[in-house]
Nanobody, 120 residues
Framework: QVQLVESGGGLVQAGGSLSLSCAAS????????MGWYRQAPGKQRDWVAT???????NYADSVKGRFTIDGDNSKNTVYLQMHSLKPEDTAVYYC??????????????WGQGTQVTVSS
């Protein structure tokens, strides 16, 4: 079994910063990529950012230049640094990872979500 445990988040004023982290644990053979999605109330879950095991990053246009994703392969952990936060960034943020639990088996895993609230 694999678990993703998120931490961070909370309440911040517009223009402020927050950091999220997500640690993967369990029967991990290899992690191909880790990333973040978010879901605002009444809306669909949207992709935010991804980092591959080799360090290649990609961002949604809505967060590009404000958010930074980083990873620590030795700790199976991904981080999301969020700056210049806007009220529209308010959402539950979910960590996700593409993990191989054996040389032949790969699956996607999700964290439980952490709330980020940006007040105006």
């Amino acid at each position: 079994q694999v678990q993703l445990v998120e931490s961070g988040g909370g309440l911040v004023q517009a223009g402020g910063s927050l950091s999220l982290s997500c640690a993967a644990s369990g029967s991990i053979f290899e992690i191909n990529s880790m990333g973040w999605y978010r879901q605002a109330p009444g809306k669909q879950r949207d992709w935010v950012a991804t980092i591959t095991a080799s360090g290649i990053t990609n961002y949604a246009d809505s967060v590009k230049g404000r958010f930074t994703i980083d990873g620590d392969n030795s700790k199976n952990t991904v981080y999301l640094q969020m700056h210049s936060l806007k009220p529209e960034d308010t959402a539950v943020y979910y960590c996700t990872a593409e993990i191989m639990t054996s040389p032949r088996y790969q699956s996607d895993y999700w964290g439980q979500g952490t709330q980020v609230t940006v007040s105006s």
